[in-house]
């Protein structure tokens, strides 16, 4: 729960303008229904120190409740009987106790008078402090509050929320007051209405069932192109996520880890700090589709780390939940615009800095490190978190499939892959050696990957090696979170040939 | 209290979009209001499965008929829910009813009375997730975290009479939960601003 000054936890709105407005228009529409006077007006809730609005809806129209008042109140005590105050309450008030006027008078109290000589004036009470009995409580005087001040405590006292003294003054002004002793029940009514929230873990894969079965039954006239669905899915599963953690937990330490020049790298930031990073590298997308860019400071460079550095440094706290809307708005912005543009748009090219991907491999990869981003962040607050959907995963793992020549080609170009003997530079277009990545598990698949330039074509007949891994772990070792070395991989065939392979995948991994 | 003249922009947007058929509209859709469907069915039905199913009809519904939204009667998130109240009682009548033909065990009475149940606990949900932050913020430290309305009011920052003000107010929205229309229990929930 956030106070006033907090940032309201974001829900889901897609313009921050809107935000505002249904906000006041909730508040006017749940108060009109139950004709509450007073609880549509806004500008009372965050006003500390302004009350009684509404101290008067109530107060005409209960004057016919004699008969039922102590009936009501004994109602209300009844349920009231478990408090903890309870059961001292009178101690020290009893009259029959610790001496009093039913005591035998003590000796000096009944001095000068004779015996038998009904006393006309009631004798004072023995100190207790004499009795050497323990001290009783010390009795609070009686709380003489004004109707006003008792009325604006009902909400308190129905939560057992204010002082013993106070449930007191209360309880004795709902015996003489109906209209208090009627809203007095309600609100104890409405006290047995709260429930602790229930884990509202919607299952992930529900989003794409609902969907589809509403897209069978009425055809969209404006489709999602399939190549931007595993961004869809993607943002609304890290969406739900952050929606189930709490503020704190928006600056747990999470690394980002990839690797450069074949050693690992990483990079210390907040789970903040990763949706902050993830809005700003989407921004390439949106700059190319024409919207606009979440990053308006300078960065060194237009890649995707000089972007999100420029991001962070470009204001002076870290950020925090407030980074999730402006997130959540651009991953639908980008969805919806796609849309428009259509399938054939999957071509335009998408600028990275370094280099350019298509469009619609741009929407993959991003769809690709929203969920390793998701991985990172859910492990830092210590959430479960699934892969993507087989589907989904099966058109990342063909994207890093696809990239992977390129990879190799600029391994070779850095002088980082092994020059072995058996390497052939083939003209585009021929066939050359290939290396068979064989993925296992759901969205798995088999892949030739030529090795000899990007041009080349794979070739079943010029396989030299065969390499075997979970699809996962493929995933895995293509952010940079696991090392060419220590991936889980069946190998068979030209050891050199696997080994560049498994480091051109760990390259493909970038901040 | 003033109604406002125009519902929320997004909403006639949303109903815009949903109209002409955009498929991310509806993503959209389902990603603002799935976990307010998904959370009142399943209080009412007390049921994952039974739950899933009602958001399925709901989503169905609101795709296959934006037209039957109008933004004049207030905000698309008090439709949808109502549209999932109504669903999910309507689900929830047949199931008892179904069972009571099937076992005779129990009376039509104490069928109506558990749907009367259900029915006010999703309200009551739906109004306290609806209710501005203040006044949910308060009764969450006075309720759940046991707070007296003092310390509420020192962990809120406001004054006490702020906190006292804030637990009353939000009672008296919770309260309007037993609130119900002139038709059968529950088919005409307080989904305010639906009118």
Known sequence: MSGTNRFDPYDGHDGHDAHGAEQNDWIGGVGGVGGVGGVGDDNEVDGPGKHGHGEHDRSDGHGAHDGHEDYEKRRLDDRRGARPEDPDRGTGRDPGRDGGPADPPPPDAAAGRSAGEPARIPKPRSSVEDTGLPLPEPAPAPLVLEHRVLKALLGAWALAACSPEEATAVEDHLGGCGACADEALRLRDAVGLLHPPESLDLDPTLRTRVLAGCLDRRPPRIPVPEWAAPYDAESARLDALLQDIGDAEWHAPVRLRWFEGDRPASRRTTVAGVIAHLLTVDGLVALALGLDDPLDAPAKSPGPADRTEAFWQASRFPPTRSVRGPWREQAHNLVRTVAFAGGGSGRLPVSYGGFELPLRDAMLDRAFECWVHAGDIAEAVDYPYEPPSPRNLHAMIDLGARMLPTALAARRQAGLAVPGQTRHLVPAGAPGRSLRLEIEGLGGGEWLIPLDSPGALASPDREVAHVALDGVEFCQLAAGHVSPEEAAAGQLGDRDAIRDVLFAAASLSRM | ?195
Do not use: C
């Not at chain 2, 306290?128 to 962990?155: H, I």
């Not at chain 2, 906190?163 to 929930?189: E, F, K, N, V, Y």
């Open chain 2, 1 to 195: 209290m003033a109604r406002r003249d125009a519902p929320p922009r997004w909403d006639r947007k949303m109903q815009q979009r949903l109209a002409r058929g955009e498929a991310a509209a509806l993503g959209e859709l389902y990603d603002r209001f799935a976990s307010l469907v998904h959370g009142l069915a399943h209080r009412v039905l007390g049921d994952e499965h039974a739950a899933d199913g009602i958001t399925r009809e709901v989503f169905a519904h609101v795709w296959e008929n934006p037209e039957a939204y109008d933004p004049k009667q207030g905000p698309l998130r008090s439709w949808v829910a109502t549209l999932t109240h109504r669903l999910a009682v309507q689900r929830l009548r047949a199931n008892e009813t179904a069972a009571l033909a099937r076992d005779g065990r129990g009376s039509t009475e104490e069928l109506e009375h558990r749907v009367r149940r259900a029915s006010v606990a999703a309200r009551a949900d739906y109004i306290v997730t609806s209710m501005p932050t203040p006044l949910r913020a308060a009764l969450e430290l006075a309720y759940f975290q046991r707070r007296d309305y003092r310390q509420t009011a020192a962990d809120l920052g406001v004054t006490e009479d702020e906190a006292r003000r804030r637990l009353r107010l939000g009672l008296q929205l919770l309260s309007t939960a037993h609130d119900t229309g002139p038709s059968a229990a529950g088919t005409q929930p307080g989904y305010g601003g639906g009118r």
